[in-house]
T-cell receptor, first 115, second 114 residues
Framework: DTGVSQDPRHKITKRGQNVTFRCDPI?????LYWYRQTLGQGPEFLTY????????KSRLLSDRFSAERPKGSFSTLEIQRTEQGDSAMYLC?????????????FGPGTRLTVL | GDSVTQMEGPVTLSEEAFLTINCTYT??????LFWYVQYPGEGLQLLLK?????DKGSNKGFEATYRKETTSFHLEKGSVQVSDSAVYFC?????????????FGKGTHLIIQP
């Protein structure tokens, strides 16, 4: 399978705990995006990387959220001190920048439940 | 800011019926437009796209035309099947993607009955 992969697929945690999610993009893609999707809504853009550089992070929901892409390949999204309102599906997407619009391909998502 | 508005669901149709799912957008520039589909238990998949005005995107019998004058990108299919049951999302971004990511509508749940 050469698509975008995410791990874990499901995460249940207690309020106040930290969680980290991993995303592996399509291998030749240089752009990586994180989104959050809550029930009944479309995905909401959080942040994006071009190679290892995080070029947009102002849309991260609070300072409890952070993301890294240390070697320009896989990325991690961390949520510190989780709250019940963080329960959602977290989606990763990747794309290849070219002269035309880069099309984003999505992973299956990580469903987070905060108890 | 930019936004996408889709018709409310669920939309319930019989097999072989004609489908239209309305999508309109508000954008400060000239975005590219997309339809993504989410089948039950699966991730988002790109269905079709159009990058400039009057372009028509098509795939799997679905079509949508980028109408700048009406700021619309309605999804159509001439004859739906039960397997088309899914949630459909209209989205926009700017050429080259990047800083703004994709802006999505809320999604339209389509149910096709045999």
């Amino acid at each position: 399978d050469t698509g975008v992969s995410q791990d874990p697929r499901h995460k249940i945690t207690k309020r106040g705990q930290n969680v980290t999610f991993r995303c592996d993009p399509i291998s030749e893609h240089n752009r990586l995006y994180w989104y959050r999707q809550t029930l009944g809504q479309g995905p909401e853009f959080l942040t994006y990387f071009q190679n290892e550089a995080q070029l947009e992070k102002s849309r991260l929901l609070s300072d409890r959220f952070s993301a890294e892409r240390p070697k320009g390949s896989f990325s991690t999204l961390e949520i510190q001190r989780t709250e019940q309102g963080d329960s959602a599906m977290y989606l990763c997407a990747s794309s290849l920048r070219d002269r035309s619009t880069d099309t984003q391909y999505f992973g299956p998502g990580t469903r987070l439940t905060v108890l | 800011g930019d936004s996408v508005t889709q018709m409310e669901g669920p939309v319930t149709l019989s097999e072989e019926a004609f489908l239209t799912i309305n999508c309109t957008y508000t954008a400060t520039g000239y975005p590219s437009l997309f339809w993504y589909v989410q089948y039950p238990g699966e991730g988002l998949q790109l269905l079709l796209k159009a990058t400039k005005a009057d372009d028509k995107g098509s795939n799997k019998g679905f079509e949508a035309t980028y109408r700048k004058e009406t700021t619309s990108f309605h999804l159509e299919k001439g004859s739906v099947q039960v397997s088309d049951s899914a949630v459909y999302f209209c989205a926009l971004t700017y050429s080259g993607g990047g800083a703004d990511g994709l802006t999505f509508g809320k999604g339209t749940h389509l149910i096709i009955q045999p």
